[in-house]
């Protein structure tokens, strides 16, 4: 690979995440704004813009790009919609980070977005599964809970981990996104609310699973060059991965790891010349609470197996040895489905330039994203360290 | 901008174009296999994957990416799904172009493809209206054969045309597609047949109109140095360019001409280092025969206005002056919306390796590819150099 620049965030923003009234374009175009705004730059000096988004369809507006450009009064200026399931976030991000690194533009607006809570559960459940391996899973009735239930079911079964320890990842989540005004829960939970709440999936209960959100999330991706220019405050991208999976879960060999994501996070540590003990706080893919498990043995920040045992211990707590998922994550902040990879570096951006409140990761100088779609089937893991 | 690496074509293959009984995740498949075999090369020295589609949810399969490298053997390999209305396949095509230039990938497969005349037309038309800027546009009734309509007006008023020039357009097409064994309405039609043909949105009629199809269309993409190796045919990527213009027709300053086409033209003519009378051939976006004429105008193959003189005088006939859409262009060859670009770029290939057939641009040297989104919101258009 060859990195022509240094490639930086400069400027971040989110609409609130949660039931959203506004169209599709409105809070793809509210976000975007938030993001320029906080950069401090004029939107003339963007040269281009990655949208990612999964259903356009549901809210009747694909094409967002040329949409979103008319109406920062830039129309002369490409754009791009780009989709990998829930993971659409990261893998723009990447799309734009590269195109930065290799010197094609100097100054990128990156926007996620999604609104589909107005289709009502089943539509959303419906659209949902589209995302799996279809011919597989999604018309044999194999959605997402469900394909979770499975691996969740052999973690409990392979690693002596109880339902217990699942509903400790949802409190701890809730307890982050108790502090984070743009969350869509913004409420705390007990252990006995998630083991008494209805079972979507055994041993999947309600609040195991992350909601179906609405919500956008932006960020100004620049040059080093560019940041130190404008003079704000900026973060620096250090490293940058992705990686497959086998699309249906039957294809894997084992059902306690997602390959893609020690694919993508081999490759990120590998560019950033670090390794995972030295990422201070990650936001993870925390669809279900079974999923944020499995992610932080598969990113190298626990054993295999062990996972489950630093949660127990509240070792993955906000300002314990590794936060994970200080925003509240999918779990509580929410997931507006091709929002959540670009949310997830607002986060980072916040956290390492000192606006994340309540909610700050003390000291915190590497921040780790890591994003994936559907159960795993693609993924991407983004490092950051501040300057 | 920095190019490390020359970028080639080096395999391509496509499904017919038409209505198509298999389904998307099999059409896309089918298609990249064709491009493998095409380029001798073993799916395991693929990199990535690039995917252009819009609709997956209307065969009820998005995030391609993953299914498609499982089916290929490779899953482990990331792969993404990019969207930007009908011009999905040449943006997705520019990005993996970027991705190769900037030396990020060696070998890339870059898959356009789409599946929805199952749906209906009706709902293939709803579908195609939220590509439009939908709050100006499609909720108002304006879906694109009104809006080619308004421009087709324009131009009958400004330049002195008739609508039996338009029809002329239609007829070459037709001619070059008759040609083409993958096209989806393989048959000639006389300037009468247009004429008579019912009216969908006046002054044009069903002729005029490219038809709702189904297909995919595939091609390898790499490094000069990874062609060399591999010693097949292969054609060299010298311009590309993108461009925008403001979403909704109504912003525009002229209903004759679209920005986008203007802008990135010029850059790829600039990056490539000619202008458009070195140009040999080019396959156009002609989803109204209108936007064929002013298509050619915007890229400098003619005057603004004098387009459609050019078509009286048969200069832009297979062999002519220039010709225009050899393969029979959307009008005949069809316009599977997302597998479109990358179809282009299928023909191009064909034509500077010989593989064409009876509709053989003779001599050709250097062809363009020329494909937008909407009405022209999105454009990217490239250009390709025998070796």
């Not at 209960?205 to 100004?220: E, H, N, R």
């Not at 994501?261 to 990650?282: C, Q, R, V």
């Given at each position: 690979?060859?990195?022509?620049e ?12 949660g039931k ?14 938030l993001?320029i705004?906080?950069?401090?730059i004029?939107p ?11 259903f ?10 040329p ?5 920062l009064?830039?129309?002369?200026k490409p ?7 829930c ?11 590269a195109n ?5 533009y ?21 659209y949902?599964?589209y995302?799996s ?7 044999a009735?194999?959605?997402f ?8 079911r052999?973690?409990?079964?392979e690693?002596g981990?109880t339902?217990?320890?699942f509903?400790r990842?949802?409190?701890k989540?809730?307890d982050?996104?108790?502090?984070n005004?743009k969350a ?9 609310d998630?083991?008494?709440s209805?079972v ?19 960020v100004?991706?620049c ?6 220019e404008?003079?704000g405050?900026?973060?620096e991208?250090?490293?940058s991965?992705?990686?497959?999976s086998?699309?249906a879960?039957?294809g894997?060999e084992?059902?306690?790891?997602i390959p ?8 990120a ?16 893919h ?6 944020e ?9 626990f054993?295999k197996?062990k996972?489950?045992?630093a949660v127990r ?11 994970i998922?200080?925003?509240?994550g ?8 091709g ?9 980072v ?8 409140g ?21 993924c991407?893991?983004?490092?950051f360290?501040?300057?």
């Amino acid at each position: 690979m060859t990195f022509v620049e240094k490639v930086c965030v400069l400027g971040a923003g989110s609409t609130k995440y949660g039931k959203l009234a506004e169209s599709i374009a409105d809070i793809t175009t509210q976000a975007s704004v938030l993001a320029i705004e906080n950069a401090g730059i004029d939107p003339k000096e963007i040269k281009a813009s990655y949208i990612s988004n999964v259903f356009g369809v549901a809210d009747k507006q694909v094409h967002l790009g040329p949409v979103l450009m008319s109406r920062l009064g830039i129309p002369d200026k490409p754009s791009l919609t780009i989709e990998s399931a829930c993971g659409s976030g990261s893998v723009s991000f990447r799309e734009a980070y590269a195109n930065v690194a290799a010197g094609f533009y100097d100054c990128l607006v990156v926007t996620g977005v999604e609104k589909v809570t107005h289709t009502g559960t089943e539509w959303t459940t419906t659209y949902f599964a589209y995302c799996s391996d279809f011919f597989y899973e999604g018309q044999a009735g194999a959605s997402f809970p469900g394909l979770f239930a499975s691996m969740a079911r052999a973690y409990l079964t392979e690693f002596g981990a109880t339902e217990e320890d699942f509903a400790r990842v949802a409190v701890k989540n809730h307890d982050n996104g108790f502090l984070n005004p743009k969350a869509h829960m913004q409420k705390k939970i007990t252990i006995d609310d998630v083991m008494k709440s209805p079972v979507v999936a055994s041993p999947l209960k309600l609040y195991d699973c992350c909601p179906f959100s609405d919500g956008a999330s932006s960020v100004i991706l620049c040059s080093e060059k560019f940041a130190k220019e404008h003079g704000g405050d900026y973060i620096e991208v250090i490293g940058s991965g992705r990686g497959g999976s086998p699309a249906a879960l039957q294809g894997r060999e084992q059902m306690t790891t997602i390959p893609s994501t020690k694919i993508a996070a081999a490759d990120a540590y590998k560019m950033a010349g670090i390794t995972a003990k030295d990422i201070d706080f990650a936001e993870v893919h925390d669809c279900f609470t079974i999923a944020e498990i499995v992610d932080t043995e598969d990113l190298g920040f626990f054993e295999k197996g062990k996972g489950v045992q630093a949660v127990r211990e509240g070792r993955t707590n906000l300002n314990s040895d590794i936060s994970i998922n200080p925003s509240g994550g999918l779990k509580s902040k929410g997931h507006p489905i091709g929002a959540t990879g670009v949310g997830q570096v607002v986060e980072v951006f916040d956290q390492l330039t000192g606006r994340a409140g309540a909610r700050t990761v003390k000291d915190a100088k590497i921040g780790l994203t890591h994003n994936f779609g559907a159960t795993g089937a693609s993924c991407a893991v983004h490092i950051f360290q501040s300057v």
